[in-house]
């Protein structure tokens, strides 16, 4: 008899039977397939029961692991990610652990290191072959390290023939590792952050430091000494920013006892990996949000890289904050956590003026750069003197030419991807949308064709004029990445322009094969969405225009403030990151909005009063906690009738238990593929929203409609 978390989003265990011929071999942690209303579902075995409930009990189908896969910890976390985020257990631990873990892999693989070798390159070398080569352009690498990065066995293995790369004397670093001497800031940081890893003590530290302040070298002094002491490490970074440049520098100080744990890894990779950590040969694990449930035996420290990042959290089930797990996976084993951010969010940043972090600070980079000067650019001012809607100012324009004539890069960003943003008919006003989602759809000059951005409908552009009046054809409005490009290769014929947003990603080239042609100076004109925005460390960028702050202001989101001026820092924080001073230019129709004047002056602080200021006005995170409950089904007039149903009962809750109840009301985004969508939003003290997440449960939903929990939804829309 076992007790089974099967994978369905039923929030309750369930109790099998084990058949004789299974006896034994089900201990807790191994997964299993059960029946389960008429279909066979795999599910964790998370208990073997002392007694059975009442009833007869259905059988267990199959084991399926020889040996558990799921560590003690992890089921911690899990049960308490599962009771606060309202998700059943089983959906939690399947995401926990990946489905293609399966036994431990017997290597086939080779060991060693590879290099290149002297010689010219032939003209035609395949994409991967390039990439492989490229890889192998800072010096020898471990065939494993170049796996790890995507980069297959089998291209290797004909670069090898074909006598461009060669065996490697023993070289397990793939970068010189030279030991910087620390700066007096981060020295003062290291201190107390070493103590708490010697403990350890259970302390979760925010380190606020300006972007390139050196938080990087901290989180490795102090994984070095979590190694030291025989115990492992977990470093989260935003899925956007697990870059190879990234990845080098821990591989460089720490060899082969690095991991990564992510998605885009093929079956086969992941699943080396993860048992790479599981059996303990792995001890420092790097990856986005699911490398929260590494399966780490005495975890010493979490590293939270970014912590503000929206990335972290899932915006599918189960709906978890990684970062917030973080925290409560070093709470639950008595370890220490490290939040880092140039930008924290304002929930940290509370935590830590409430003390419940402990603050620390870097306010200077090493070897004295400067924070570029930031200028703003008032773009109603701008049109209303040129006479004319021009994309990029005549100050960003002058800025531009001088960088290039002085040999330094540019990069341009855009929060859209595409050639423009909409079309729309100037008789009469109509806008181009998607059938089944009700946005507006994105013309891309590509393909010629207009793009829904949440169902990816592709629909051919109207050819003969407005469909709705049949007036003149239809014009394209605002600018996306690719407009963008095309603009700065007509008014800059000199510059090398390239693009990078998920377009070229989806064309076929990486985002690293971009970025390094970039890096080498291929390219010295980078147009691109976020993807841009983050991490990238290169010293000849002296020039960072932001095309249109405005697009993240005038998101009907609270935190739209806070995502402005962190996308201004960030930016900002890509230029000027080697000798030379570097200029950020943010064009925008909201010049004095208190988020962009306070990016302007690198004044994290000042941006954090305001912002704190209209939350708590308003009651919002980090005042009160919020659930949005999102009901959705095909049937406009059911979805209706039980979004008011739950509505009203989380209004009879006792006066006074809850903060507010917004809505029922049509989600922003009223009609996403084929469904009709309605929201509450509740806020409340973190005791009420317990209380309303009973009450909202306990609504019978019937068919056709689904409610969807968001325990600190991230995303409003
Ligand atoms: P952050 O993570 O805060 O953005 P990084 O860790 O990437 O900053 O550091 C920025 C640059 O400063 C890197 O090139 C890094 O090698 C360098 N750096 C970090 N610490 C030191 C130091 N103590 N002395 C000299 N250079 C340093
Ligand atoms: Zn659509």
Known sequence: MVTVAPDVPVPRLFTYALPPHLAGLAPPGVRVKVPFHGRSVRGFVVEVPDEAPPGRLKEVQAVLDDAPVLREDVLALARWAADYYRSALGEVLAAAVPKSVGGAPRSRDRRGSLQRLQGPLPKRLGKAQLRAIEALTGGPRTWRSLREEGISSDVLRRLELAGLVGEAAAADRTEADEELTLTSEQTLVLGPLLRAVEGPQPQTTLLFGITGSGKTEIYLRAIARVLEQGRGAIVLVPEISLTPQTLSRFRARFGDTVAVLHSQLSGFDRRKEWWRVHQGEARVVIGPRSAVWAPIADLGLIVVDEEHEGTYKQDSNPRYHARD??????????????????????????????????????????????LPDVRVVDMGREWSEVRRASLLSRRLVDAIKNTLRRGERVLLFQNRRGYTTYLQCKACGYVLQCRTCDVSLTYHRKGDVCVCHFCDAHVRPPKDGCPDCLGPPLSQRGAGTERIEQIASDLFPEARVGRLDTDVVRGGETAEEVLARFASGDLNLLVGTQIIAKGLHIP????????????????????????TFQLIAQVAGRSGRGERPGTTIVQTFSPRHFAVLAAADHDYEAFARAELEARKSLAYPPYARLLKVLVRGPLEERVGVLADTIGAALRALPEGTLIGVLGPVPSPRAYLSNKFRYQLL????????????????????????EVVLDVDPYHLL
């Open 325 to 370: 797990l973080a925290v409560v996976r070093g709470q639950q084993l008595g370890i220490p956590v490290l939040l880092g951010s140039a930008t924290p969010s304002l929930e940290s940043w509370q935590n830590a003026a409430r003390g419940r972090y402990r603050l620390a600070r870097m306010r200077k980079r090493p070897g004295g750069a400067k």
């Open 540 to 563: 000849e960028v002296t020039c960072v225009g932001v095309i249109s702050a405005d697009s993240s202001l005038a998101l009907p989101d609270f935190r739209s403030s806070e995502r």
């Open 682 to 705: 509740i806020k409340g003290s973190p005791g009420s929203i317990r209380q309303a997440l009973a009450c909202v449960q306990g609504v019978k939903a019937g068919a056709g409609v």
